[in-house]
């Protein structure tokens, strides 16, 4: 499998015009880093945004290891001047007062925020720079891959009357009550999208998606269908999904275009969930799209509320298999356990045993999403004091995230999260909380909680950390089983933390399956538990 992209790549060249000389370029390789529309401008203001300074940030990204960049051109507005779109600083007076329509309905941090933002996007804008361009140069000068992602439905603060991030083409439609379900009525963002089914929704969109095609020197456009993934009146995703296909024909005759002029090939990415039937299901068939040759790049992947620790990679590489087509799993920067519960932010550990098992299961990288180096260093870890990131762990973790061989040796944790993405009418699916109200006749009274893990441990110190609800009053009356063999608790063990020493022959390749046995009469619940594996001595 990790050859095909290599040679969907050589057969892309020879699709070129004729007496084009393609040039090299580098291959899809991961980590794979996606940097958000708008994150470049609220770390750099105005007074000291230049060219020169995203060459800098191109090499830091360089240099922490990923290989490949895809640089957001939009959300709602484009942030570049664009010819073809509203940008951002569109309706917005630098001079003006707080209380203009695009800053009135913000929190006062949020009206501070925004203004930086659009100081520097104009302020970059009227030196000449397309950030894109510029971006795209300097990760080719730096031997990286250089591509673009425009989010084909993003809806930023659809909930507010105004705001920066809101285009007058979204407010039009809003008006006129053709977004994805306006008969609701309710506040939730997921009535709001933009309803795809409309022609002149996808024109909007094809014009963006041209505008790159047309105008930059890029390997790869990414289509990211997850910004924000509901594009479909509820029950029309399947016929939905038929338009997405059609109009994404569209887009690879574009590339292809654009690849004759420039004289080597362009590909095409898509985001999408995590599980193939969810991403068929909301429209979004990228395994059909695979199979027709319009895609180069599949990336699974969470849509924000928490990364996914068990991404069906094996079942994804099935249905891939003999496409070209180069895999890639999707790792958000959020953890969060239970949903609506508790969250923070990925550790190097937990990033590690998030990208572990897929790598192990066949994907050809691992693609990061919301992991900016510079506002992840800010960020400290749950005591509140030290950081969570250094500049030391991120360049290890990064380069690691390479190969499944250059990461297994780090410390990882493996976490038991939920897919947080699911198509219309679709159950909930969701492990934690876990307690013994679940009793069917396959399990005793207790519960049974899977944890992929990649490959098995050996001469590695490894353990179970559970975290218990408020509502266990006794958890050393529970017994927990790790593939079949109990673990007791560590000795001394006190308070709802508590860890369980897992022997090195009780673990198994892949995943470890960990049952908790109750007596009847004893109530638990388990809010969080991890595999946690000490690195490599």
């Known amino acids: 499998m ?18 084009s000389v393609p040039r090299s370029r580098p291959p899809i390789a991961g980590p794979i880093l996606n940097l958000d529309s708008t994150q470049f401008f609220f770390e750099h203001p105005a007074a000291g945004i230049s060219g020169e ?3 800098q ?20 507005k484009a942030n570049y001047a664009s010819r073809v779109w509203e940008h951002d600083w569109s309706r917005y007076d630098p001079k003006g007062p707080d209380d203009q329509p695009v800053l009135k309905y913000l929190s006062s941090a949020g009206v501070k925020m925004t203004r930086q933002r659009l100081d520097a996007a104009m302020a970059l804008a009227n030196q000449g720079v397309n950030l894109h361009a510029r971006l795209l140069a300097r990760c080719r000068a730096d031997g990286i891959g250089a591509w673009v992602s425009v989010r084909m439905n993003d809806i ?13 083409f979204y407010k039009q439609h809003r008006a006129a009550g053709q977004l994805r379900s306006p008969y609701r009525g309710g506040e939730w963002w997921a009535d709001r999208p933009l309803d795809w089914e409309q022609a002149d929704v996808q024109e909007h969109y094809f014009q963006l998606v041209k505008e790159q095609l047309e105008t930059l020197d890029l390997d790869g456009l990414e289509l990211d269908w997850m910004r924000f993934v509901y594009h479909f009146r509820p029950g029309h995703e399947l016929e939905g999904g038929r338009v997405i296909t059609a109009w994404m024909r569209r887009v690879r005759a574009e590339c292809d ?63 891939l298999a003999g496409t070209g087509v180069h895999f890639s799993a999707g790792i958000e920067i959020r953890y969060q356990p239970v949903p ?18 897929p790598l192990h299961d066949g994907a050809d990288s691992v693609y990061l999403f919301n992991y900016d180096p510079l506002p992840l260093l800010r960020e400290l870890a749950p005591d509140g004091h030290s950081p969570l990131w250094t500049e030391a762990s991120l360049n290890t973790v990064y380069r690691a995230l390479q190969s499944e061989a250059t990461l297994a040796p780090l410390d990882r944790r493996h976490a038991v999260t939920f897919h947080d993405i699911r198509a219309p009418g679709d159950p909930a699916d969701q492990a934690l909380p876990a307690t013994d109200t679940r009793r069917d006749f396959q399990w005793p009274p207790g519960c049974a909680l899977r944890v992929a893990t990649g490959p098995r441990p050996v001469h590695r110190a490894t ?75």
């Open 156 to 168: 930023h603060d659809c909930l507010l009357p105004d705001s920066s991030l809101l285009s007058e």
């Open 340 to 357: 609506n519960g508790p969250a923070r932010f990925l550790s190097p550990a937990l990033l590690a045993g998030a990208a572990l098992p």
């Open 463 to 537: 353990s179970l950390e559970v975290e218990f609800g408020a509502d266990t009053p006794a958890p050393e009356k529970l017994r927990l089983f790790v593939n079949g063999t109990e673990c007791p608790a560590a000795p001394g063990a006190t308070g709802r933390v508590r860890t369980y020493p897992v022997p090195e022959a009780v673990l198994q390749d892949e995943a470890q399956v960990v049952e908790v046995v109750s007596a009847p009469e004893v109530a638990f619940s388990i809010v969080r538990l991890e595999v946690v594996v000490a690195a490599a001595p």
């Open 57 to 76: 940030y191109v090499d830091l990204v360089a240099r922490t290891g990923v290989r490949t960049f895809i640089s957001c051109v939009n959300a709602q």
């Open 257 to 319: 275009r654009a690849a004759r002029r420039l004289g080597h090939p362009v590909l095409l990415g898509v985001r999408v969930p995590t599980r193939p039937e969810t991403a068929r299901r909301c429209g979004l068939d990228a395994v059909a799209w695979a199979r027709e040759g319009l895609v180069d790049l599949v990336v699974a992947t969470p849509f924000w509320a928490t990364t996914d620790f068990d991404i069906p990679t094996v079942e994804w590489q099935r249905l």
């Open 53 to 55: 300074a995203v060459d």
């Open 2 to 19: 990790r050859l095909l992209p290599a040679l969907a790549l050589l057969l892309t060249c020879t699709t070129l015009a004729a007496g």
